[in-house]
């Protein structure tokens, strides 16, 4: 190690230590007595209460005074502030709280804050603002039946498995309880399906602690994030918990990127990712490194994209191959996203063309394109002359019948005219 580097090591103990120190002085500057407070709200709803604070220095201080926590906005304190001079060894602060008819079962906390309002200044060495809290604990009984749960997932390689855990907190044992399980999946068609399973039904008993489970097959989710909504019942009674199940990772995928560009020109490029995941994935970007015979030859870095669920989004730009020759160049590409996710790197082989294989490569995908068009032609061609001559037959038989139903028909009446008349005439000769 070099006398520069021991010099800097030595100099950031140093520091660290002075630091230590400081900050050690500073949290015995003041203090707070009592501790803590505790009170019970099924005795009482209005609390009052003094608590000191300590100048153990015996320092000229400003100290500010604030509230809270959950039921920080319950408590009202006499001052705002507190100023001591140097002789003052401690001074009260009076509180009250006055709390609100609704208490969660088990209780709750708050606290006042107790903060110097300056920091102090030491001809410019190092400082630090102190600060302490008092914490009230808030005491509440549980009512005759209650149930504390927890939602937790187990994934293996086919199943997931939801598991309820549950505790008896209330004063009376649990005769029926089950959990149902209520999951938000967005499909590939970005349409939601519910899914639903539920536990056996069983009892509980006071203090006691079980755990209540279902499985669904991982087969019928695709990877991503999904709301799991577990409703307890128990005796007439439910309690909702709410969690996000993740399976899988995020993932985009490169599916397409151009296989020809012209050398010594800037090319139009398109890029196709594919994101797998259930949501939008926002700020996707991708690091592309380009080689030329396993040597870095340029690099850049594509503009960032928002991408649908399940869906494909399209890069299109432009690469700069002024100053690249002929040949075939590989592409060493990155995705990143959410600022923290980067995929593995994926490599595609692109040619870069001069004029003449431009050209080929050009006759080569029209004759493709000729040969292709020609062959669906000539499918389509046979398949039309088959249903021509289907049609046709068709039309022809159904002539056929239409011309002999006319036939008969004039035969017939003709005959039926003839039988009418034949009578008429032998009576007009005989009476002639």
């Avoid at 002085?25 to 604070?53: D, F, H, Q």
């Avoid at 208490?103 to 309002?117: C, F, L, R, V």
């Avoid at 577990?230 to 309690?239: G, H, K, N």
Wanted: overall charge negative; charged content about 25%.
């Amino acid at each position: 190690m070099t006398k520069n580097k021991k010099s800097a090591c030595n100099t950031k103990i140093i520091v660290s230590v002075v630091i230590a120190l400081l900050l050690l002085n500073l949290v015995t500057a003041i203090g707070i007595r009592p501790a803590k407070t505790t009170m019970n709200s099924e005795e009482i709803k209005l609390y009052k209460g003094t608590i000191w604070v300590v100048n153990n220095d015996h320092q000229e201080l400003t100290i500010a005074l604030g509230a809270g926590g959950e039921f920080g906005q319950y408590i009202k304190l006499s001052t705002k502030e507190l100023i001591f001079r140097e002789d003052i060894d401690s001074l009260p602060l009076e509180f009250e709280i006055n709390l609100p008819t609704e208490i969660p079962p088990g209780g709750t906390s708050a606290y006042i804050i107790i903060e110097e309002s300056t920091p102090p200044e030491n001809n410019g060495a190092v400082g630090a603002k102190i600060s302490l809290k008092h914490k009230i604990t808030i005491q509440n009984g549980y009512p005759e039946k209650y149930i504390e749960p927890k939602l937790n997932f187990h994934e293996s390689s086919d199943t997931i498995r939801l598991v309820s855990e549950v505790q008896n907190l209330g004063k009376k044992d649990v005769e029926k309880i089950k959990t149902k399980f209520y999951i938000n999946n967005i499909l590939q068609n970005n349409q939601e399906k519910i899914e639903a399973v539920e536990t056996q039904q069983t009892t509980l008993k006071t203090k006691e602690n079980k755990l209540l489970e279902a499985t669904i097959p991982k087969s019928q989710f695709t990877t991503g994030e999904f709301e799991v909504n577990a409703i307890t019942m128990y005796d007439e009674q439910q309690v909702e918990m709410t969690k996000k199940l993740v399976i899988g990772k995020p993932e985009i995928e490169i599916t397409y990127f151009d296989k020809y560009f012209k050398a010594n020109e800037i090319n139009k490029y398109t890029l196709d990712l594919l994101n797998k995941w259930n949501k939008e994935i926002e700020n996707v970007y991708v690091d592309i490194i380009v080689k030329k015979e396993n040597s870095q030859i340029d690099q850049f870095r594509t503009k960032s994209i928002a991408i649908d669920a399940h869906a494909t989004q399209q890069i299109n730009d432009y690469l700069d191959a002024k100053n690249k020759n002929p040949g075939t160049y590989t592409f060493d590409m990155v995705v990143n996203f959410w600022n923290t996710y980067k995929m593995e790197t994926k490599t595609f082989q692109s040619d870069l063309l001069s004029p003449e294989e431009e050209q080929k490569v050009t006759a080569n995908q029209q004759t493709t394109n000729t040969l292709t068009g020609k062959a669906t032609q000539n499918n389509k061609d046979k398949s039309e002359i088959e249903n021509e001559t289907r049609n046709t037959s068709k039309d022809t038989l159904m002539w056929i019948i239409l011309t002999l139903s006319l036939i008969l028909l004039i035969i017939g009446s003709y005959l039926m005219y003839k039988s009418r008349t034949s009578p008429k005439k032998e009576q007009e000769q005989q009476e002639f």
